[in-house]
């Protein structure tokens, strides 16, 4: 079916591949979802059921353009499956469900070839199983079912038409006529451009598609006429002139009204439909070229004067019926029932398609290109520092200066924001993958867990999305595999049998949370100290160890505690991996257990090439960054406020708080050029609930600084989170004040 | 269809192969306390004058600090450090030749840089097996030109060797009893 050339093919099996991803993402949690209803009710949601089958049916449309014929058969099969399920002629179950799931792997898998090859050829063999298997399931329906010779019918029971199906299929037609005109209008004003024929002929194709499908002869019959008209025009075999456009777009208008009659009254009847077959019919037998007029007589072939007649007069309903053909608006009849959009016109142009699925107006963007502006404004903000803070103007009248630096500040961070945001994308992507792994997981393990997913709207960087997958694959699996017990054992414990996972994302304090939990067993502190001895990671038998510190043992190198080695975890690769890939991220990761009630990983990753406030403070010849949404205030102590302890912890007394003082210098190993802390100046730091003082020589000043991170090759680096560029061009060290805190809460025990 | 695709991979095997060859063989050497050393030119995107360093902590002694290169920033390891030599302040000579290995940029600093060597390699004779101190383990070859040896550093150990025992072991031993 596909005649472009090579480097169009190129293109558009990217496309392709991207669009399938994306709708294989879409349909998995479908499914799932699809099932868990069946399981609970024994009811299926139709409308699920019909997006499903449109997730398919869209891949395979597209598939066959592009003639990958095996993705093609296989989604022609998974349709054709769907399609007993919608018609009522079985009830899908956990089989099914299973196959379906198998056949998005499959193609997800042939997907990645198809990448790189351009052909599925290779996969025509291995997918005789899955082949096979549908087969199977459909033979096995068709023959119990109890109208065996209804799947002969073209079309199917009229009680089985509901009026939800009704509007779908209406909503999905003139979607599809939609873009067939808009293909047909830019086709006219540049007709030799054949791939907007292309494109229309797709669009048109896929409406014929769906009419078959509904059992509506009439409109698959027209639409049959029509495509066959402009396949010989994509072919080239036909030159497209605006006659052979006028025909086709007086019968796409036949086809909506055709669509919309049935959409109102359930009858089908396109007005002048045989006189519009004739027409199109003589135009796609003409010998191609340019002589079209010879043939073709200007009466008969004027398009006003024909269909016209046929289907202006409104039928019996008091439906607005199709402007003049000529006049090419969209007009959506008025139904009672057929929900928003009524009557809403739209230009020749073309305007924006409503579409069920989420496509929104977006172009792609090479992520190159955006990381390279990413980069340049936060060079802007830099060289906007430099400018607006040159030594050059201090002490200098500058009202008008300030005021203009003022606006340009205003419009850098507008800029800045704008830039950033274009990177973030929403974790929901992500967090319905994990849909789909739990409930591979617990049938796996005849676990029952429900899954709940909070916040999936939380964007963030798009390269913490690539990145945050398989740490979040690692805790999910070992929520459902270590965590949840089994449901006897569950509601021998008096809990409910079916877990609970939570998985929530927010943000908080310029980072991004990402929470995995579960209601199951909990750590088991013995086993996990007896690993650690074993591995000889505790010294003693660590009776002494805090229930965190304990915790902390799991993130090392081969641990594992699963008593057995089950297929999906166990083999202690798990957690540590976790541990570095969330810290390649800049990110931490925190356990907090409760033996018996559950676990909770809490995984903090910053949002990478952010832009915060900072105060730039001093020590010795270095300069540090410190965030300022944590700086509480900043004070000069005096001697009576200094208090030492016994364990050599300084503690400086603030209004009634006893806070313990980190020294920078002593922390970083600068020379200072204070050490008496009256002389230098403390700053009182706070994270969450946790407070303490950072002793500096002096405070530079407050300014916007890009965070850049540290270079992977010096690895994590003790309470810092990144680097900044100063206004100067030097680098200067941000502090990671939750780090910094925590650190010396343990220093203090 | 496939012979498109064949040919479109013929093209860019050839144009990799072409830039295999202008830079195959290609040493950049420089100078490091009077001896001269060479790194395959297939690493270093360039070459830039001294410039401020900020220093980070807990790095060992040879990682000078960081480096803002046009917004990036980039380690610093002080090559002289890195062989136990004896250090020297820098001067208007003092280089940083900037590698670049698996995506990873770091600077290395040197006495001073002198030029683009061409050494096959059949004048690449194998490093010397005497086990003598432990800096050996980052050479390469030693490249004959005329009468004179280079010796050829390898990057990838240069910047990795051993190095990781030592960024691993930090924060942890604060956690652990």
């Not at chain 1, 509007?167 to 006529?177: I, T």
Request: proline letters at 4%.
């Amino acid at each position: 079916m596909f005649n472009g050339d090579m480097e169009e093919r190129m293109e558009y099996i990217k496309y392709f591949v991207n669009d399938s991803r994306e709708l294989l993402d879409d349909a998995e949690p479908q499914i799932i979802a699809m099932e868990e209803k069946a399981l609970s009710s024994g009811e299926v949601d139709r409308e699920v059921l019909n997006t499903i089958f449109r997730l398919f049916h869209s891949l395979k449309g597209s598939a066959s353009f592009l003639d990958l014929q095996t993705v093609t058969r296989i989604t022609h099969e998974a349709e054709t499956l769907l399609d007993l399920f919608r018609k009522g002629q079985a009830v899908i179950n956990g089989k099914h469900v299973n196959l379906l799931i198998r056949t998005s792997d499959f193609i997800r898998k042939i997907l990645n070839t198809v990448e790189t090859q351009l052909s599925d050829e290779e996969y025509a063999e291995g997918a005789g199983e899955i082949l096979e298997d549908y087969q199977k399931s459909i033979d096995l329906i068709t023959k119990t079912s109890a109208s065996p010779n209804g799947l002969e019918q073209a079309g199917f029971d009229e009680h089985i038409i509901t009026a939800e199906m009704n509007r779908r299929f209406f909503e999905e037609a003139s979607e599809h006529l939609d873009k067939t005109e808009k293909m047909l209008l830019v086709l006219e004003k540049s007709p030799e451009n054949l791939e907007y024929a292309d494109q229309a002929f797709r669009s048109l194709h896929s409406f014929k598609g769906n009419a078959g499908f509904f059992g509506y002869r009439e409109l698959e019959v027209l639409s049959h006429h029509a495509e066959t008209l402009l396949d010989r025009i994509r072919e080239g075999e036909k030159a497209c002139d605006s006659k052979a456009v006028s025909f086709l777009l007086i019968a796409v208008d036949a086809l909506r009204e055709g669509a919309a009659r049935v959409e109102s009254s359930g009858k089908l009847e396109v007005p002048g439909m045989n006189e519009i077959i004739a027409h199109l019919d003589r135009l796609a037998a003409e010998p191609g070229g340019n002589n079209g007029e010879k043939v073709c007589g200007a009466d008969e072939c004027n398009p006003e004067h024909v269909p016209n007649g046929g289907y202006e007069k409104p039928a019996e309903n008091e439906n607005e019926v199709a402007a003049p053909a000529t006049q090419i608006l969209r007009q959506v009849p008025k139904t009672g029932n057929s929900g928003g959009g009524n009557g809403e016109g739209t230009g020749p142009s073309g305007g924006r398609n409503k579409q069920p699925l989420p496509a929104q107006q977006v172009i792609r963007v090479d992520l190159e290109k955006l990381d390279r502006l990413l980069d340049l404004v936060g060079e802007l903000v830099i060289a906007e520092a430099m400018v607006a803070n040159n030594q050059d103007l201090k002490g200098m009248e500058l009202g008008g200066f300030e005021k203009a630096v003022l606006q340009l500040d205003k419009i850098t961070r507008d800029i800045q924001e704008v830039a950033m945001s274009m990177r973030m994308v929403p974790l929901a992507g992500t967090f319905r993958k994990m849909v789909r792994l739990v409930r591979d997981l617990t049938q796996k393990e005849s676990k029952k867990v429900n899954l709940e997913i909070i916040g999936e709207d939380t964007e963030v960087d798009k390269t913490v999305i690539e990145q945050i997958s398989d740490p979040l694959v690692h805790l999910i699996r070992n929520a459902v595999d270590h965590g949840i017990e089994s449901p006897g054992e569950r509601s021998s414990l008096g809990k409910p049998e079916t877990g609970k996972v939570t998985i929530t994302a927010k943000h908080a304090a310029g980072d991004v949370w990402i929470i995995v939990e579960d209601d199951g067993k909990g750590l088991d502190r013995e086993k996990i100290l007896r690993k650690g001895m074993e591995h000889g990671l505790i010294r003693s038998d660590g009776w002494d160890l805090k229930d965190e510190e304990v915790w902390e043992l799991i993130f090392e190198p081969g641990f594992s505690t699963a008593g057995k080695i089950t297929s999906i975890s166990g083999r202690g690769v798990g957690m540590d991996v976790v541990k570095r890939n969330i810290e390649k991220l800049g990110g931490k990761v925190n356990v907090r257990s409760k033996t018996g009630a559950g676990t909770m990983f809490a995984v903090r990753i910053p949002l990478t090439l952010a832009i915060i406030e900072g105060m730039v403070v001093k020590v010795g010849n270095c300069r540090y960054t410190i965030p300022i949404g944590s700086i509480k205030e900043s004070i000069q102590p005096v001697a009576d406020q200094i208090t030492m302890t016994p364990g050599d912890l300084e503690v400086v007394r603030i209004r009634g708080e006893m806070l313990p003082v980190v020294r920078l210098h002593e922390l970083y190993k600068v020379p200072p050029k204070f050490t008496d802390l009256t002389e230098g100046i403390l700053i009182v730091v706070e994270n969450n609930e946790k407070k303490g003082c950072l002793f500096v020589d002096e405070l530079l000043g407050q300014q916007q600084v890009v965070i850049k991170g540290l270079s992977g090759y010096l690895g994590r680096v003790r309470s810092i989170s990144g680097c900044a560029i100063l206004g100067d061009g030097d680098v200067s060290m941000i502090l990671d004040i939750a780090d910094l805190l925590s650190s010396i809460e343990v220093g203090r025990q | 269809m496939m012979n498109t695709r064949e040919r479109l991979d013929a093209e860019i095997l050839e144009d990799s192969l072409e830039d295999e060859d202008t830079q195959e063989d290609k040493f950049l050497t420089f100078i490091l306390n009077k001896e001269e050393y060479g790194i395959e030119i297939r690493y270093v995107t360039e070459i830039i004058g001294i410039q401020n360093i900020t220093g980070v902590p807990d790095m060992p002694p040879y990682i000078k600090g960081v480096i803002n290169l046009r917004g990036k920033v980039i380690p610093v390891m002080d090559v002289r450090l890195r062989f136990g030599a004896p250090e020297r302040p820098y001067d208007d000579r003092t280089c940083i030749v900037v590698i670049n290995i698996d995506y990873q940029s770091v600077g290395l600093i040197v006495d001073r840089v002198s030029e683009v060597l061409d050494i096959p390699k059949n004048e690449i004779e194998p490093p010397p097996k005497v086990k003598k101190g432990n800096e050996n383990r980052y050479i390469q070859g030693m490249g004959k030109v005329g009468e004179k040896v280079k010796i050829l550093l390898d990057a990838h150990k240069l910047l990795y060797e051993q190095s990781k025992l030592f960024f691993e072991g930090d924060a942890k031993e604060d956690s652990m009893p």
